[in-house]
């Protein structure tokens, strides 16, 4: 994902097995840092774990359905296992924030509902993304599919799903996002989908963002924006980003993204000053991803550490929620010392 814009970046962007932290609400409104959250992926009923729920840090748990397990067939909405997993989260003095999974980096997974896929009104309601190095389509790897997010007909029945979820969950949950934007499709055209282009997606996504935003008035509703398929900032600047994160401000849509990579070129050219921007007039949020735990700093040429990471999550990006995966030994022996040490039980 992204990997048509550089060609480094799809292990950047890619979401793995991994952790996302949270900030509910701004830092300098709360005056104690950002809102730390586990992000479980779909390893959903780890959220019993006794060292999860003993940390105190931990303000709840960040957990992925997809589309596909919530709508198994055409408005037939399944939610059961949002209200389980809830029901025991607010049992336990956690909260909830819920990832929407449209996408995959897997290609032999399909996050999208069966339905789609067979109806010609859809066009299959996914297409494959691709892993492409230097540049090289003619090569490229397929390596996961995404929703038809740029199609209308395909968006129709997303937004279905936003608000049937809202409908139910509404100031119920902590929030909700988005995947993020990054999409790998190649910049010649050559590995285009059907009715795709770089202006259409980001309009596409917009919409998703108002939508998402009425279906969840009260709880926190973000989409997590990354980066944007037909642009590289600074040299290629298409305004796509950048609007993105301006109609989030005027919606009051929070924002985020993987990853915490602490002065990482690409993502400080792109998505961090943008959301540090936005910083206490939307919700923000910064996902800690499977490898963000071995990046090496740019500045010091070592491994990062977990306090750098919640010192550049707290006084760069000024974010409301740091999402951590559960990478080990890292999530065990580094990180839940480390909160439990600044929040004892």
């Known amino acids: 994902n992204g990997a048509q814009m550089n060609p480094g970046m799809s292990a950047i962007t890619k979401l793995g097995c991994c952790m996302l932290v949270s900030l509910a609400c701004c830092t300098g409104a709360r005056g104690e840092g950002p809102r730390h959250y586990v992000f479980f992926n779909r390893d959903r009923e780890r959220i019993s774990d006794a060292a999860f729920l003993s940390t105190k840090a931990f303000e709840g748990a960040q957990l992925k359905y997809t589309w596909r397990e919530l709508e198994q067939g055409k408005d037939g909405y399944d939610f059961s296992a949002i209200e389980h997993d ?190 540090r921007q936005c910083a206490g007039k939307v919700p923000t949020g910064i996902a800690v991803q499977d490898g963000n735990y071995q990046y090496k700093n740019p500045k010091s040429q070592q491994p990062v550490t977990i306090p750098e990471m919640v010192g550049f999550a707290t006084e760069y990006l000024k974010a409301d929620y740091i999402f951590w995966c559960t990478q080990e030994p890292f999530y065990s022996e580094n990180l839940i010392p480390f909160l439990q040490a600044q929040r004892p039980g």
């Open 86 to 275: 809830l029901t025991f989260l607010n049992s336990s003095g956690k909260k909830m924030f819920i990832q929407l999974q449209d996408v995959s980096f897997d290609p032999n997974i399909v996050n999208v509902p069966r339905y789609l896929l067979n109806d010609a009104r859809y066009n299959g309601g996914a297409d494959k993304q691709y892993s492409i190095q230097d540049d090289d389509e003619e090569h490229a790897v397929p390596e996961g599919w995404v929703a038809r997010r740029w199609d209308p007909a395909v968006q129709e029945r997303f937004h279905k799903l936003l608000l049937a979820l809202g409908k139910e969950f509404d100031g119920k949950i902590e929030g909700i996002n988005l995947a993020e934007t990054a999409v790998s499709f190649g910049e010649s055209g050559r590995l285009f989908p059907k009715g795709f282009t770089p202006a259409a997606y980001r309009d596409a996504i917009v919409t998703n963002m108002r939508i998402l935003k009425s279906a969840f008035p009260k709880s926190v509703a973000m989409q997590y924006a990354n980066f944007m398929p037909g642009e590289w900032l600074p040299d290629n600047d298409r305004l796509y980003l950048r609007s993105v994160y301006q109609q989030a401000g005027e919606l009051k849509v929070g924002v985020g993204g993987p990853d915490l990579l602490p002065y990482k070129p690409g993502q400080m050219n792109h998505c961090y000053p943008l959301i």
